[in-house]
C-alpha cells in the first residue's frame, strides 16, 4: 500500500514537473484558455451516468487546462447518444474548446455498423479513457454458493432483465452464453428497472455497473437476497484480463469459467466476448478531442488530465464515485481505445449473426 | 427518530439553507409558470450549480424546486389554459373556464392552498412510509404496474365528453403516439416515418403543448381580446379557501392518489392530475358542470400534482430507481453530492431524508404563499388585448419546446400536432383522452410485455391485479353511471351541423392515419408489434364507424360536430394564424431563431395589434433581450438557421 501511494507520489511529482515543462511553451502557443469557455459535450441526457460522470470531471479538468477555462457540461441526447455524437462530429472544430465524452452505449453501435452512426471513432483523438466494471449475481435459491457452483445452474431456466439486444446488454447475454447458462433475456428494462425486476423475484440472474453494484447489490448480498458469481474483470497492459480492483474478492468471467469448468474459455464466442466487453466496460467512457487536433493542444489536454487523475483530492471522490480504477490518460487512452474498437472482423461477424440468429435482429448491409 | 426528525427541522431553517430554498422555490415557480418548461428543465438547470455545494443547501435548492412546480404552473393553466408544466394540465379544463367567467381569482387561490395541502401530505407520507416502504413497492411486479396504466386509460370514460367513442379513438391516437420510435423490447423503428427525429419517440413537452397550447392561443388571436371576458380577477380569494376546506375529502382522497402514481416506478407523475380528476368526476354526484368551471375540477388534479413529488422521492430515495422525470434528475443531483440513494441512505443517513421531507414541507407553504402575493400582477395578464400576449405565447412555447431535444424536430412536431389539435377542437374530438394515451403507452407495453414474460399468463391470477382490475371496472361503472354525460373539454353544443363534409374529412384522415400504423406495423415482429397494432386495427374500425355515423347519422348524434358552423362570421379565419405560424417556422429556419422571432415580432405587432412603432420596438427588444438572458443564464441553445450554417454569427444570434 505504502509503496503504491509512494510510487504515485512520484509519479506526480515527475507528471508536475513535466507538465511545468511543457507548458512554458504552451502558454505562449495557441493552447491557453484563458478567458474562454470549453464545451464538454456528452451525449446523453442530464444526470445519467455518462452526465454524471462528465460533470465530475469538469471542475477538475477547468483548474488543470492552462489559463482556467469555464467548463460547461453541455447534454446533447437522442439516439441512444448517437445523434449527439453525430452531431459533435459534424460541428466541433478542432481548437480544443469541444470536446466529447462518450460512453460504451456510443460504441456499440459503431461496432455493429448501426445505420445511423455518422462518426467514424478512430479518426477521433482519445485523451482520457474511465474504465467501469459490472458483477453478476444470482438468487441464492438457485443454490449455487459461488463461481465454482455455475455447473449446478445449467439447465435451470433464468429470466433476465435486459435494455435491448443490441444494447450494452449484450455483454452478459454473451457472456451467459458462453458460460452454458439457460438465460432468456426480457427487453426493455434499462439497469435500474431491471434490478427492481430482480428484487421481485421476477428475474434470477442479473449485473450491475461497479458503483449501482456497491450502492444497491451489496446490501442485498448482506441480507442473504443475493450471490455474486463473477465480474467483467480489468485489461493490464498486456491487453489481459485481471481481477476488478474495485471487487478483488470476485473472479473475473475467464477465471469463473475456469473453476466451473476446468478449462480455459476459447473459440470464436470468447473472442468476441473479449472485444465488447473492453468495448463496452474496460473502455467505457473515453474523452475525445476532435479529428484533426493539432498536437499541442492535444499534449495540453493530456498533461492536465494527467496532473487530474493524480490530485489527491481527485483520487479521494473518484473512489466512491467511478469505483476504484485506474483512469488512462495519453498513450494509455489510445491504447484502450485501440483494443475497443480493433474488432477482428470474424468475431464481429460472428456475433451480428449470433444476434440475427437468438433474437431475430436484422442487420442493414453496408 | 423523533430527535433525527428534529434536528434535521433546525438543519433546515438555520444558516444559508434557508436562502437556497427560496431560491429553489423561485426558479421553480418561474419554469412552472413558464408554459412548457417545467419540474425536468429546472432540474437541469440547476444541477450544474450543486456541484461542490454542502450537502444541506444543494438538497435545499433542488427540493425548493421540486415542491413548487406544481404550485407556479397553475398560473398558466388557469389564465391562459395553456399546462404551465405537464403537471397541471387537468386544471386548465375547469380552471380556464373558471378564469374567463371573472373567476380567476376563486379558481387560483383554491388551486394554491390545495396545492399547499398536497404538497405537506406528501411530505407527510414520505415521512411515515420511507421507512417502511420498500416490501410494497416490491409487491407492484409488472402485471400490477401494467393494470395500473389500464386503470389510468379507464379514465377516458369520463372525460371524453359527449361522445365516448370519439374520446375511445382519441386516446388510441394518443397511444399510437406514445409507441411511435423504437419498441422498447427490440429496438425496431416503428412509425417514425422515415424519420431520424421520431426515433427517441416524442417528448411529453412538445405533444402536451402542441395539442392543447397552440389550439388555445390561435383559438384567442381569432377572437383577439383579452382572455379574461370580465375585466376583473374577480374577489373569490377566501371564497376559494372556504372551496377547498368543504371539499377535502377531495383533496386528501386525490393528494393519495397523486402519492401512489408518483410511487410506481414507471407511470410517470404526469398522469397523476388526469387521476386525480377523472376519478373525482367519477365519485361526483352533480357533474353537470365539470369542464365548465367547477371548482372541484381545479381542487382535484392540483392537490394531486403536488403530493406526487413526496411520492416520487420513495423510490428515489429506496430504491435509487426515480419516480418521476424530475427525481429521474434530482437522482443525478445527489450522486453528484456523493449520497448514495438506495436502502443504506434510509438505514444510515435518516438525517438526510429528513431534511428532504422538512423542505419539501416547508417549500410548499412558501411557493403557494408567494403565488397568493404575485397572483394579482401575473393576473393582469388576462386583461390585456390578446394580440400583444400571442407573440409572447409563442416564443415561450417555441423555445420551450425546441429544448425537449434540441432538434428542429421539436419544433416541426409542436406545429404538426398543434394543428391536429386545433381540427380535433373545432370537430368535437376531446383531447385529454389523447393526453392519456400518450403518457401511458410506453408504461403499458413495456409492462403488458415484462409480465407475460417473467410470468407467463399466469399474471393474470395474482391478487394485485384482480384487485386494481375490480378497481378499474367499478371506476368505469361509476363513470357510467350517470349516462356519461358531462361535457368535459370541448364545450358549446353539437347537433343541427348541416354541412358536414369537413368532419368527415377529418375523420377520414384519421382512418388513413390508422390504416398507415397499421401497414408500418405489420413489418415488424411480434415484440414490437403486438399491443400497437391491436389498438391501430380496433381505432380503424372505430374511425369506419364514426364516418358511417357522420355520413348516415341523425343530426342530434353525439358524433356530429363542428364548431365552424355555428362561429359567428366576424371571427379571422383560423388558416390564418396558422400562417402566422409558419411564417414564424420559416423565418428561423432561414436566419436562426432570435432573428426570425424578432422579424415575426415586429410583423405581428404591426399588423395584428396595430401596434405604434414606438411601441413595436420597445416589445421586440424586450422579446430579444429575454431571450438572450435565458440563453445566457442557463446556457441553452436556439433552433439555428441556414444563415447560421452559412456565416459564423456572434451570439446571441448563433
Known sequence: MRNRALRSLGAAVIGVALAAVALAPAQAGAADFQGKTVEFVVPFPTAGGSDVWARFFAPFLAEELPGKPTVVVKNAPGGGSITGTNQYVQRARPDGLSILGTS??????????????????????????????????????????????????????????????????????????????????????????????????????????????????????????????????????????????????LPHFAEAYEMAYGKKPSGTAYEAYKAFVVAGFAAQKPIFLPKGTPQDVVDTYVKALDRVVKRPDFKEKAGKELGDYEQAVGPAARQAMRVALGIDPEAKAWVKDWLTRRFQVKFDKK | M?????????????????????????????????????????????????????????????????????????????????????????????????????????????????????????????????????????????????????????????????????GLLSCALGLLLGFVGAAPATGEWRLVLGMDYLVDGLPLVVVALGIFAIPEIIDLMRRNRAIAEAASLGRGWLQGIRDTLREWAIVLRCSGIGCLIGAMPGLGGSVADWMAYGHTVQLAKDKSQFGRGDVRGVLAPESANNAVAGGALVPTLLFGIPGSGSTAIFLGGLVLLGIQPGIMLVETQLDLVYTIIWTLAIANVIGAGLCVAVSPFVARLTTLPYAYVAPFMLMIIFFAAYQATSDWGDIL????????????????????????????????????????????????????????????????????????????????????????RAQLLFTVFMMATFAYAIVDLLRWSFLAKG??????????????????????????????????AEAPRNMASAARYVGWLAALLAASALLGFVIGLALFFAAFLHFEARAPAWRNALL???????????SHVFVLDFPRGLLQQVVEMPWPFR
Open chain 2, 2 to 166: 423523533l430527535d433525527v426528525i428534529g434536528s434535521a427541522l433546525v438543519n433546515v431553517l438555520s444558516g444559508t439553507h434557508l436562502l437556497y430554498m427560496l431560491l429553489g422555490v423561485a426558479v421553480g415557480l418561474l419554469v412552472g409558470i413558464l408554459p412548457g418548461l417545467g419540474g425536468i428543465a429546472g432540474m437541469s438547470i440547476l444541477l450544474p450549480f450543486i456541484y461542490g455545494m454542502d450537502t444541506i443547501s444543494a438538497l435545499a435548492l433542488l427540493i425548493g424546486l421540486l415542491a413548487v412546480v406544481p404550485t407556479g404552473d397553475t398560473f398558466t393553466s388557469v389564465l391562459m389554459g395553456i399546462p404551465g408544466s405537464a403537471a397541471s394540465q387537468a386544471t386548465i379544463l375547469d380552471g380556464f373556464p373558471m378564469a374567463k367567467r371573472g373567476e380567476a381569482a376563486r379558481a387560483l387561490s383554491a388551486a394554491f392552498f390545495s396545492s399547499m395541502l398536497g404538497g405537506i401530505f406528501g411530505a407527510v407520507v414520505l415521512t411515515a412510509f420511507v421507512v417502511v416502504a420498500r416490501p410494497v413497492i416490491l409487491a407492484f411486479s409488472s402485471a400490477e404496474l401494467f393494470m395500473l396504466t389500464v386503470l389510468g386509460l379507464a379514465m377516458v370514460g369520463v372525460l371524453s365528453g359527449s361522445s365516448f367513442v370519439k
Open chain 2, 413 to 500: 412536431a409542436l406545429i404538426a400536432i398543434g394543428v391536429l389539435g386545433l381540427y380535433m377542437r373545432r370537430f368535437g374530438w376531446p383531447r385529454p383522452p389523447l393526453i392519456i394515451g400518450f403518457v401511458l403507452a410506453e408504461g403499458a407495453e413495456n409492462y403488458l410485455y415484462q409480465a407475460i414474460q417473467f410470468q407467463g399468463w399466469a399474471w393474470l391470477w395474482r391478487p394485485g391485479v384482480l384487485i386494481i382490475a375490480a378497481v378499474t371496472l367499478v371506476s368505469l361503472w361509476a363513470g357510467s353511471r350517470y349516462g356519461g354525460g358531462s361535457t368535459v373539454d370541448e364545450g358549446g353544443a353539437s347537433g343541427r351541423v348541416r354541412d358536414r
Open chain 2, 620 to 630: 421586440t427588444a424586450s422579446a430579444v433581450l429575454f431571450l438572450a438572458g435565458m
Open chain 2, 531 to 564: 399491443l400497437p397494432l391491436a389498438v391501430a386495427a380496433l381505432a380503424f374500425a372505430g374511425a369506419l364507424l364514426a364516418a358511417g355515423v357522420i355520413l348516415r347519422g341523425a343530426p342530434t348524434n353525439a358524433l356530429i360536430f363542428d364548431t365552424e
Open chain 1, 104 to 249: 460504451g452505449s456510443t460504441q456499440l453501435p459503431y461496432l455493429l455498423d448501426d445505420a445511423r452512426v455518422r462518426y467514424e471513432l478512430k479518426e477521433l483523438v482519445p485523451v482520457l479513457v474511465s474504465p467501469t466494471g459490472g458483477v453478476v449475481y444470482v438468487n441464492p435459491e438457485l443454490g449455487a454458493k459461488d463461481a465454482r457452483d455455475i455447473g449446478k445452474l445449467r439447465g435451470r431456466k433464468m429470466k433476465y432483465g435486459s435494455q435491448g439486444p443490441t444494447s450494452l446488454d449484450l455483454v452478459p447475454v454473451l457472456a451467459f452464453e458462453i458460460m452454458g447458462l439457460d438465460v432468456d433475456p426480457v427487453f426493455g428494462l434499462a439497469r435500474g428497472p431491471a434490478r427492481l425486476a430482480y428484487e421481485r423475484g421476477e428475474s434470477l440472474i442479473d449485473y450491475q455497473t461497479s458503483s449501482a453494484y456497491l450502492r444497491n447489490v451489496v446490501p442485498l448480498i448482506k441480507a442473504g437476497k443475493a450471490v455474486p458469481l463473477f465480474s467483467w474483470g480489468v485489461l493490464n497492459d498486456k491487453g489481459e484480463f485481471t481481477r476488478d480492483p474495485t471487487f478483488p474478492d
